[in-house]
């Protein structure tokens, strides 16, 4: 019978004993590395997808392009200093037919879904479509563009708001044509009822009877609402949707 060496075996069995060793550290350095680098390289966007599915925005007829620029905007605005309530967002989707539920509120900070109702496009702008903008006087169209939500008042309208359009050449001149939010018996879900589509105001984002005050009074003083249409000249030229902001970590 042969006798071994047990003095031969060491460098074999050191072999073996590091070649464990290597394979044993392995998942440890896969594992960690993607868990390092999710908690220090997560943007803002990943809140804005969170917020975007976790209130069903998509399925409740909210476009995602019109929610990312509206997200976008309003960072913008939050950056300069320019909402005194950056706890609220109000998107109008005028991408979406009037017979559609196109107008949101969303608290951001709180992730929740406000509001969700019809909102009327000006009458030159399309019968059920948006297709058509302007910033001129009398022009009788709707305004895209990024505005800041301003005081309340009483006017022909009743209690209505005010805004200020932050936009040159698209909505700066809301003010002169007097854009503001009020209420409207054309926007209501009876009128979709009889016909397919709401009625149109003169420019204004006019709102349903039912909701108007409410709204109003969430969204009034200081914070920011985004009108959106299928405008490639708008999107091409805004300078809100051009503007690098600093994101957020979630």
Same mark, same amino acid.
């Given at each position: 019978?042969?006798?071994?060496?047990?003095?031969?075996? %060491?460098?074999?069995?050191?072999?073996?004993?590091?070649? =464990?060793?290597?394979?044993? #550290? %392995?998942?440890?350095?896969?594992?960690? =590395?993607?868990v390092? @680098? !999710?908690?220090?390289?997560t943007?803002?966007?990943s809140?804005?997808?969170?917020?975007?599915?976790?209130?069903k925005?998509?399925?409740?007829?909210?476009?995602?392009?019109? $929610?990312?620029?509206?997200?976008?905007?309003?960072?913008?605005? @939050?950056? @300069?200093?320019k909402?005194?309530?950056?706890?609220i967002?109000?998107?109008?989707d005028?991408?979406?037919?009037?017979? @559609?539920?196109?107008?949101?509120?969303? *608290?951001?900070?709180? &992730?929740?879904?406000?509001?969700?109702t019809?909102v009327?496009?000006?009458?030159?702008?399309g019968?059920?479509?948006?297709? $058509?903008?302007?910033?001129? =006087?009398?022009?009788? #169209?709707?305004?895209?563009?990024?505005y /800041?939500? +301003? !005081?309340? &008042?009483?006017?022909?309208?009743g209690f209505s708001?005010?805004l200020?359009?932050?936009?040159?050449?698209?909505?700066?001149?809301?003010?002169?044509?007097?854009i503001?939010?009020?209420?409207?018996?054309?926007?209501?879900? +009876?009128? %979709?009822? +009889?016909?397919?589509?709401?009625?149109?105001?003169l420019?204004?984002? !006019?709102?349903s009877p *039912?909701? &108007?005050?409410k709204? /109003?009074?969430?969204? #009034?003083?200081?914070?920011?609402?985004?009108? $959106?249409?299928?405008?490639?000249? &708008? /999107?091409?030229?805004?300078?809100?949707l051009?503007?690098?902001?600093?994101?957020e #970590?979630?």
């Amino acid at each position: 019978m042969c006798k071994i060496n047990i003095y031969n075996l %060491v460098p074999f069995l050191v072999l073996v004993i590091n070649f =464990q060793n290597l394979f044993a #550290k %392995v998942p440890e350095v896969i594992i960690q =590395q993607p868990v390092v @680098k !999710a908690f220090s390289d997560t943007p803002l966007i990943s809140r804005n997808d969170l917020l975007f599915d976790s209130l069903k925005l998509g399925k409740l007829g909210l476009g995602r392009r019109a $929610y990312d620029y509206a997200m976008l905007g309003y960072n913008v605005l @939050k950056t @300069k200093g320019k909402l005194s309530n950056d706890r609220i967002i109000s998107i109008a989707d005028m991408s979406t037919v009037s017979g @559609k539920k196109r107008f949101f509120v969303i *608290d951001v900070k709180n &992730y929740k879904l406000l509001f969700v109702t019809y909102v009327a496009h000006g009458k030159n702008s399309g019968l059920d479509k948006t297709l $058509y903008f302007s910033n001129e =006087q009398e022009s009788n #169209k709707s305004s895209v563009g990024f505005y /800041i939500t +301003s !005081a309340t &008042y009483s006017g022909s309208h009743g209690f209505s708001m005010r805004l200020e359009g932050q936009e040159i050449g698209f909505n700066n001149n809301a003010r002169e044509r007097d854009i503001v939010v009020h209420s409207a018996d054309y926007v209501h879900e +009876s009128v %979709v009822k +009889s016909q397919g589509y709401i009625g149109r105001s003169l420019g204004c984002p !006019a709102l349903s009877p *039912d909701v &108007y005050k409410k709204i /109003i009074d969430k969204i #009034k003083n200081g914070t920011c609402l985004f009108v $959106y249409g299928n405008d490639s000249k &708008y /999107i091409t030229n805004s300078r809100f949707l051009k503007q690098k902001v600093k994101l957020e #970590k979630h």
